[in-house]
Structures are given as structure tokens and as C-alpha cells.
């Protein structure tokens, strides 16, 4: 039986697949090339998960083996060496560097995956597995969007990602939108997603959180699941907006909360 650490270690290959796919096929001109990250170039957007698989992978090790996890003098030691790569490095980097961690977490056998603890630095405990690689697929499919859709305006958030990361979309409001924007006004939305099916709430006034789905809400967004991950995270510009996304209601528009969820 499939657990939830073998479904994101899976879709973390199938990611990596696919990103380095292209990778391997760009030019320095294209590694310049504006991604979908507003302020980095697609050979940026390739050492952040490049330098990010490397303390990934450190970490993981250090759990492995019994050791405390690198420090904070570790991270900044592998990031002010990746800043200091060439985009065509950066390129070559990413592509070792995500496919060892890809290994790692592949390599761990079933009561490893159930049984590790892993000291991600920033959390007031160690996580499971299936935590981590989750953290892991979250910062890489949409980075892999930026990347991708520098070349391709229709990219689309990898489909084995989709369903493992809206569950945890919750978690991340806090960090990925600016109430401030809404101008003192409030709302309910209730949020119809498709592929996969999902329904609840949307609350937004002084801050932005997801609830059951209302009785009685303001109005309705209505969205791929795809869609949905990028609107939260600031990467549903209109650009790049499918069809079938749409909201109902005389509060607020799509406008709006494109404007409200910035990302990262």
C-alpha cells in the first residue's frame, strides 16, 4: 500500500524528471531569460532549488546518521557559493544537486520512511518523512512552474504535485497574502475546486483563512485545483489564467485577489 511519504517522494521524481528534461537543453540565453519568479532569471529560480536540495540533502543525512542538523553558518556558506556561479553552473548544479536528494529520499526503505525525524530548522520540532518531502515538492513544483513557463506561457503545476499540496495551502496563507490589500473590506467565498474535487471557504478580512464551506458566503470562486495553487502563491497573473476560472459575487473580484495573495 502506497503511503503519503511514497506519493510525494514520487511526485518529486516525476518533477525532476520533467525540469530536468528541459534543463539539460537551455543555452545561457535562455538560463537569462525573465522565469516566473518577477525578480529572477530562470538560472536564478535553477540555483535556489539547486542550493535548497543541498542543505535538503544534508539535513536528511544528518537525520540518517544521528547527527545535529547544519547550522545556519552551513546554509549561508551554500548559498553565497551558489551566488557566485555562473547561470550555465547554476544549470549543471541544480541538475546534480536535485537528483542526489531525489536518491536519498528514494533510497530510504519503508520503516525509515515511517519511522524517521528530521530537523528541518525552522519548525519547533522534527517532522516525519512525509512532512519534509512535502516541504520539499511545495517549494519545487512551483518553482519548476517558474522556470517552465518561461518557455511556455500554458505551463502548469506538475499533476502528481496537485493533489499532495492542497491540503497544506491552510498553512501557508499567512505568508503568501497581504490582507492589507482588501482595504478594510470582508468577505466569504465559497471555493469550488475541480481535478481534484474540493469544496470550502475562503475567509478574508484582517486575515486570510480557509474554513468549511459556508451555508451563506459573498460569492464563489470557481478554479482548476492547479489554478488554485498558483493564485495563492502569486502566479495566477492573466497571462497565465486558464479558462474556467471564475468568480461570482459583488465584493470582490479575481483582481483582487490576485492582488491579495503575493506568493513567494
Known amino acids: ?35 516566473g519568479a518577477s525578480e529572477w532569471q530562470v538560472s536564478q529560480v535553477l540555483s535556489h532549488l ?26 549561508r556558506t551554500v548559498w553565497q557559493r551558489w551566488d557566485a556561479m555562473s547561470p550555465e553552473e547554476h544549470a549543471a548544479g541544480f541538475l546534480e544537486s536535485n537528483q542526489r536528494l531525489v536518491e536519498a529520499y528514494e533510497a530510504l526503505d519503508a520503516d525509515t520512511r515511517s519511522s524517521l525525524r528530521i530537523n528541518l530548522g525552522f519548525l519547533p520540532e522534527p517532522v516525519d518523512v512525509a512532512t519534509a518531502a512535502r516541504f520539499r515538492l511545495s517549494e519545487f513544483a512551483l518553482h519548476q512552474w517558474d522556470t517552465e513557463v518561461a518557455f511556455n506561457q500554458y505551463a502548469a503545476v506538475t499533476p502528481e504535485a496537485v493533489p499532495l499540496l492542497i491540503e497544506q495551502i491552510g498553512g501557508m496563507l499567512g505568508w503568501t497574502s497581504r490582507p492589507q490589500e482588501l482595504g478594510g473590506r470582508e468577505a466569504t467565498l465559497l471555493v469550488r475546486l475541480r481535478d481534484p474535487e474540493r469544496t470550502f471557504g475562503l475567509r478574508l478580512g484582517e486575515q486570510i483563512t480557509l474554513t468549511d464551506a459556508p451555508e451563506q458566503s459573498d460569492g464563489e470562486l470557481s478554479l482548476p485545483a492547479e489554478a488554485w495553487l498558483r493564485l495563492v502563491t502569486g502566479r495566477l497573473g492573466p497571462r497565465y489564467t486558464p479558462d474556467g476560472v471564475q468568480v461570482t459575487g459583488s465584493l470582490l473580484t479575481l483582481e483582487d485577489l490576485r492582488r491579495v495573495f503575493v506568493g513567494f
Open 50 to 75: 539547486g542550493s535548497g536540495a543541498e542543505i535538503g540533502l544534508a539535513g536528511l543525512t544528518a537525520a540518517i546518521e544521528g547527527k545535529p542538523t547544519p547550522d545556519g553558518d552551513f546554509n
Open 1 to 35: 500500500m502506497s503511503t503519503a511519504a511514497d506519493q510525494i517522494i514520487n511526485a518529486l521524481r516525476a518533477g525532476h524528471e520533467e525540469l530536468a528534461a528541459l534543463v539539460r537543453d537551455l543555452k545561457e540565453d535562455d538560463l537569462r531569460r525573465p522565469s
